[in-house]
């Protein structure tokens, strides 16, 4: 137990220092100091999950080269920092600065024609601020103009920006004249160059990352975020306050149906949802997994809210290189003891008894499908050798993380749980034997449900959907998250509503199986987020090969796995806040 703690202590450390930056320590410079410039990686422009070592390609080695200790969520967002061929000393200018004279073999020609044919770009960082650029370009032969010439830049521009004793931006072009031929399989012998430009600016130091915040915050952008927004809530005010009317409407008539019954006659037969009022209460099949699901989706929505107040709090700020994936990793360890103790409690509450199945289940039933598709994924990445497959002691730390942190608060949150002395607080009681459920047309099954039950929440977040897929498999920028925030309200609203109308006419029609039924309608918004990857994939991104199909496709289904037990759980703690209500409210015998 102390190692855990020891363990847990560690990683709320790791969770407070999110922000500090790595590199020199305050960032101040004098004339001629030598500034941190590190290259991280390339790769093409359209797959941004397919990216390699700066040195795969035959480019110039330092004098020194050393890797940059990264960590754990640098090494998960695939940064590979090492250092770079160029020295760009703090306000020192340089004309055509010689990199290295180097002879490409035909294998060097050839593995860059490759990747300038693949629109490869690199990036790097200087003083911590990321820049960008293209490796060359492709051009149509003036002769031919079927054939094509491909040119490899071979001098780079730097501009750089500084205020007083610190670095504020750093740009970096290429010459498009000075060029190398490569479209031929022969030996070239280049020579790599580099100009730097240094240039005042009144920009403070405190405001040099909000450039690439800028992208997203233009005013046509928020303008289309906020019409988003307001179609987003006007749509679901009125067709919410439209269902909300209906549904309060027959309610109130049903109350007063049903206690008009019981004053005229007692033996009158019951029909509707206080038919089955013997039934609505009655456990459903496989408990276990039932409570476990419910853990879990309890784990990830305090997984989200977590993530939500670190972002509303400025946390993950531009190419804050890891930040997100560290706060995923680490929140997710910390919060599974949330998990342990709601599955084992509602176990408990359904009367089961083996709770070590539990919460064995309530471990393995988002972390299984993620592990398994981890396993895959990297396997690709290494074939691939991509910077995104991760490092033996990375493997070996996220482990250890998992035995030493997330199992034992797990088993920690599973015992409270389990002696709780919380009961399932049904307002009427269960009959011995079930009722049977009259036949029902096929718009009332299971997964017609989940189709209606789905749409209303997709519709309310589809615009927003477009601005995170270009931020999370792109090169947009999303900083905008108390809109994000906004929108994941409104989904959780219209989840909780529109499953408590379809178990409200799911019990109308005497069908007394809700349980399953309300988690599947809840979580079904993930299913409809799933099919626009499809959508996305094919219409809306340049995207492709097998690499980042499977890194696309893969990790989206364990993020849209995820939305499903999360909305799940929403939709079912919705829907049982209303029966029970509905139940309490009328006299049953």
């Known amino acids: 137990m102390s190692t855990t703690m020891t363990v847990i202590r560690w990683l709320l450390v790791a969770l407070t220092v999110l922000q500090v930056r790595s590199g020199s320590s305050d960032h101040k410079y004098k004339p001629n100091d030598e500034v941190p410039i590190y290259a991280n990686k390339v790769g093409p422009f359209h797959n941004p999950s397919e990216t390699y070592r700066f040195f795969d390609l035959p480019f110039c080695l330092p004098a020194h080269l050393k890797e940059k200790p990264e960590a754990l969520g640098e090494v998960l967002n695939g940064d590979r920092l090492v250092s770079a061929p160029y020295k760009l000393e703090f306000m020192r200018e340089k004309d055509s600065e010689l990199v290295c004279r180097k002879k490409l073999t035909k294998a060097g020609v050839s593995k860059f024609r490759k990747a300038v044919a693949k629109d490869y770009y690199f990036q790097m960082y200087y003083d911590d601020l990321p820049f960008w650029g293209f490796l060359g370009k492709v051009e149509k032969d003036k002769t031919d103009p079927s054939e094509e010439k491909y040119y490899l830049f071979k001098h780079l521009h730097f501009e750089i920006h500084y205020n007083k004793d610190r670095v504020i931006e750093i740009n970096a072009k290429a010459d498009p004249n000075a060029v190398v031929d490569l479209t031929d399989d022969k030996e070239v012998e280049v020579e790599f160059l580099y100009t730097v430009k240094w240039k005042e600016t009144d920009i403070p130091y405190e405001s040099r990352m909000e450039k690439y915040s800028q992208t997203s915050s233009q005013p046509h952008h928020l303008e289309i975020h906020w019409f988003s927004i307001i179609n987003s809530c006007v749509t679901v005010l009125l067709l919410t306050g439209f269902l909300a009317t209906i549904l309060m409407r027959v309610l109130k008539n049903d109350f007063v149906k049903y206690a008009h019954d019981e004053e005229e006659a007692d033996d009158q037969e019951e029909t509707g949802w206080k038919y089955i009022h013997g039934d609505v209460f009655r456990y459903p099949k496989y408990k276990s997994l039932f409570a476990a699901a419910l853990g879990s989706g309890t784990q990830l929505f305090s997984l989200a809210l977590f993530i939500f107040g670190l972002a509303l709090v400025g946390v993950f700020y531009p190419y804050n290189r890891g ?265 049953c015998e």
Not at 355 to 383: D, E, H, S
């Open 323 to 587: 930040a997100l994936f560290t706060a995923l990793v680490v929140i997710y360890a910390l919060t599974s003891g949330i998990a342990g103790y709601t599955a084992a409690s509602f176990y408990h509450q359904l009367e089961g008894t083996n709770w070590v199945r539990n919460l064995l289940l309530t471990g393995c039933l988002f972390c299984g499908p993620l592990f398994l598709t981890f396993c895959f994924l990297n396997t690709v990445a290494i074939a691939y050798t991509a910077t995104a497959a991760l490092p033996l002691g990375t493997i070996v730390v996220i482990v250890l993380i998992w035995t030493l942190v997330t199992s034992p608060l797990l088993v920690l949150g599973g015992i409270a749980g389990k002696n709780s002395k919380a009961e399932f607080q049904a307002p009427v009681r269960t009959t011995k034997y079930p009722r049977e459920i009259p036949p029902l047309p096929w718009y009332r099954k299971t997964v017609p449900q989940m189709a209606m039950a789905g749409f209303l929440p997709f519709s309310a977040i589809y615009i927003e959907l477009y601005y995170i897929f270009a931020s999370v498999w792109g090169h947009k920028i999303y900083t905008i998250y108390s809109i994000l925030f906004i929108v994941f309200i409104i989904l959780l609203i219209v989840t909780a509503f529109i499953t408590v109308a379809l178990t409200y006419f799911q019990l109308a029609a005497e069908d007394h199986e809700w349980w399953w039924r309300s988690f599947l309608c809840g979580g079904s918004t993930g299913v409809f987020i799933y099919g626009y990857c499809l959508y996305y994939y094919y219409e809306r991104s340049d995207m492709s090969g097998f690499m980042q199909t499977s890194f696309f496709f893969g990790y989206m289904a364990c993020i849209c796995y995820g939305f499903f037990l999360m909305l799940g759980m929403v939709g079912f703690r919705a829907a049982l806040f209303f029966v029970r209500h509905i139940y309490r409210s009328i006299k």
